[in-house]
């Protein structure tokens, strides 16, 4: 405030350069994620500290892989005097409960990846949020498996589609829905999609659920596996080779582009991922960042909705659509 005051005093111009000094020094931003160990989540960790390092204020980072994590975690936000923070929560559900926490400590609050819900299940649209185009992105999943499959020359009724599903969540549950729609719409039999249920949302949770269903079915030629993010394809596809299914007989399509996946396709021999659709991690942590901080220093409310696209890539293509999205 002294500073603020000093500046008041010496113009106009100086007063407002000043003060937007002044005011980014004193902003605080919590950027809580329920899965810190996800390349996904270190990416827009990484991009959220760009805009903080640009703009000139104070980052947090939290990793909350539970409801109570993530409650403890909005309190020490509260008492570290920030004003606001961002958030991809372990449970959706827990929405009129961290609206209230926020409250409570006085803080602004802007979810990103997954929405939170009410008590009936509704998204809670009061919260701004961003995520990604749930059910097109689905959409390109299954557009891509039946590309590969018809490249391949197989014949549909002799594939199985692997499910990996994490149904509590709803853009899981959109991204899923959107891959079946367009296999079935391209002549997949719908009594060959098999739901593997995952207990969590990791390669290894994707992992243990496809190999019920690998070993539930062994008429099955070939195997197809899609599911909320690339550690959900991985899961399914490193199912296939625990059982002995070859590379050539397995098409598996994830969502994100993170490490996970660029990893995969940098292997010397091609497995059973053939592709991602890459989604935005600087969108969806640069961006929000600089939303949050707008927010608080400006009183500039993000948008309601913000919804992010994304772009296949395949072991070929990987590099330039990386690239074209500005993510290296
Ligand atoms: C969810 C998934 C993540 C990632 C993001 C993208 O949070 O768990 O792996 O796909 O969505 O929005």
């Not at 760009?50 to 109570?68: H, R, S």
């Not at 209230?100 to 949020?129: C, F, Y």
């Not at 008429?219 to 599911?227: L, M, Q």
């Amino acid at each position: 405030m002294r500073l603020l005051k000093t500046a008041l005093l010496t113009g106009a111009f100086a007063a407002s350069m000043m003060m937007t000094a002044a005011v980014a020094q004193d902003i605080k931003i919590g950027f809580i994620v329920k899965q810190p160990e996800e390349p996904w989540f270190q990416d827009e960790w990484k991009f959220a500290q760009q805009a903080a390092d640009e703009k000139g204020f104070t980052l947090v980072k939290i990793g909350a892989e539970d409801g109570e994590k993530l409650i403890a975690a909005i309190d020490n936000l509260g008492a570290q005097g920030a004003q606001g923070f961002i958030v991809c929560t372990p449970d959706v559900k827990l929405g009129p409960a961290l609206v209230a926490k926020a409250e409570a400590n006085g803080l602004k609050m802007m979810t990103v990846d997954d929405r939170l819900v009410d008590a009936s299940g509704a998204a809670i649209e009061s919260v701004p949020h961003m995520g990604i185009s749930a059910t097109k992105i689905g959409e390109a999943v299954g557009q891509a498996i039946l590309d590969e499959a018809k490249a391949r020359g197989w014949a549909l009724a002799e594939v199985g589609a692997i499910r990996v599903s994490y149904d509590q969540l709803p853009t899981a549950v959109d991204r899923v829905e959107g891959a079946i729609a367009t296999l079935k719409a391209g002549g997949f039999p719908e009594a060959n999609i098999f739901d593997a249920p995952q207990a969590k949302t990791d390669t290894e949770a994707a992992l243990n659920a496809a190999t019920t269903v690998l070993n539930a079915h062994p008429e099955i030629k070939h195997w197809v596996a899609f599911g909320l993010n690339d550690e959900a394809a991985l899961g399914a596809v490193r199912a296939t080779e625990s059982v002995g299914i070859t590379a050539d007989n397995v098409i598996a399509v994830g969502i994100g582009g993170a490490e996970s996946a660029i990893n995969e396709f940098k292997k010397p021999d091609p497995t059973g991922f053939v592709g991602t659709i890459i989604i935005s991690p600087k969108r969806h942590g640069y961006e929000t960042a600089l939303n949050m901080f707008d927010w608080v220093a400006n009183d500039k409310a993000p948008e309601a909705l913000i919804l992010t696209a994304g772009a296949l890539a395949t072991r070929s293509t990987y590099e330039a659509v990386r690239k074209d999205l500005g993510i290296e």
